[in-house]
């Protein structure tokens, strides 16, 4: 995900050569057209009939932006997305297994994603935790 700030006049113009409009990281990560389809088929709400409780749609004048974003990602080693949970405060919705927010987000993409016996997982040390009995 990237913010905003890097926008181009065009969404096109991160694949160019040209040193002023294209952007490294993101010809590395995805071929265009492959980011052309993702874009073409991901919608997380409808903009034209915003929530008032939706977090990720209100913007306060003259406060500025705050930086950053909290996804949780469920992907493969090859980074190919299965599913993703955007966190948008208190009132996300999230899988509740009476264990905590780390290991319940983590116990909910795992089953969403139907693993395999023998499956690995990894994950970085937000989801970590210890087991109290």
């Known amino acids: 995900m990237m913010s905003g700030y890097l926008s181009p006049a065009k969404r096109r113009m991160f694949w160019e050569k040209k040193e002023d409009t294209g952007n490294t990281l993101v010809k590395k990560a995805m071929f265009r057209n492959t980011f052309d389809d993702r874009m073409r088929y991901t919608h997380f709400a409808n903009n034209l009939k915003p929530k008032d409780d939706d977090c990720f749609w209100k913007l306060i004048k ?37 264990i905590g927010q780390g290991p319940n987000v983590v116990y909910g993409l795992v089953e969403y994603a139907k693993l395999v016996a023998g499956s690995k997982i990894a994950c970085d040390n937000l989801f970590s935790w210890t087991r109290k009995e």
């Open 62 to 98: 003259g406060k500025p932006p705050s930086f950053g974003y909290k996804v949780w990602v469920l992907a493969t080693s090859k980074g190919e997305l299965i599913r993703c949970e955007p966190y948008g405060g208190a009132k996300t919705k999230l899988f509740d297994y009476g």
